[in-house]
């Protein structure tokens, strides 16, 4: 909606088109008005504080432990999937809110950093890093994959019923990220790309232009 109000002073619309006694080509009052209405709008879609010119910087991030404002720097349109920093987060990385049930937890939050960086480090183009998971994060998976199986005939389509067969999930072993991006890569095309948190909403999007996702 601020768009549209920024926009709309520029483009109304209705617009009486302007005439002239001599003759020029059609259409040629019209393209030079367009034109100088662009150029005026441009200069206001730069200032406003919602643009998305061709970086963008967050002004605030929870992941910062000491609370200082955290400013990333994103790429609008990337060409390569190596331009998205897969470790430039908004937060639900290594560091925890003082209010997070595992902020006093020190081995927890030494396992956060330590997948935290692992992901951190990974190369597009090698092999996602195996983790081996700790017996209480087996526990939790097979306790959550054995209570979601029961609703599954319930409230499940066929759809992901049919993708769900294909994964092989066990309760004993919690699914690696690289055998699940190989399945992926080979019945769609697409991957999996680790990620240090919780990544910005358009570094996400852009990674969907080459079939990433994080």
């Known amino acids: 909606m601020a768009m549209i109000a920024l926009l709309r002073p ?9 005439t002239s006694s001599s003759y020029v080509p059609p259409g040629f009052q019209v393209r030079k008005r367009v034109s100088r209405k662009l150029k005026t709008c441009n200069r206001s879609f730069s200032s406003h504080p919602c643009r998305c010119g ?8 929870p992941d910062n432990a000491k609370g200082k404002p955290t400013k990333l720097t994103l ?9 998205i920093d897969n470790g430039a987060i908004l937060g639900f990385g290594a560091e925890l809110d003082t209010d997070h049930p595992g902020f006093h937890d020190q081995d927890y939050k030494r396992r956060r950093q ?15 890093p195996h983790l081996e998971y700790q017996d209480q994060e087996v526990e939790c998976w097979a306790h959550v994959l054995n ?18 067969s294909l994964c092989g999930f066990s309760p004993y072993q919690v699914p690696q990220l690289e055998d699940m991006s ?3 890569q ?8 680790p990620v240090a948190g919780l990544l910005h909403p358009r570094s996400f999007l852009n ?8």
């Open 54 to 61: 061709a970086s963008n910087s967050i002004s605030k991030s």
């Open 182 to 184: 190989s399945l992926l």
């Open 114 to 128: 330590s997948i935290s960086d692992s992901a951190r480090l990974h190369q597009m183009g090698t092999v996602i």
């Open 147 to 164: 209570n979601l199986q029961e609703l599954f005939p319930k409230y499940a389509c066929r759809e992901y019923l049919s993708a769900f």
């Open 75 to 83: 790429p609008l349109f990337p060409k390569s999937i190596n331009e």
């Open 207 to 214: 990674g969907l232009a080459f079939k990433i996702f994080h």
């Open 186 to 193: 080979r019945h769609t095309g697409w991957a999996i790309r």
């Open 10 to 18: 520029h483009f109304p619309l209705f617009s009486p088109l302007e």
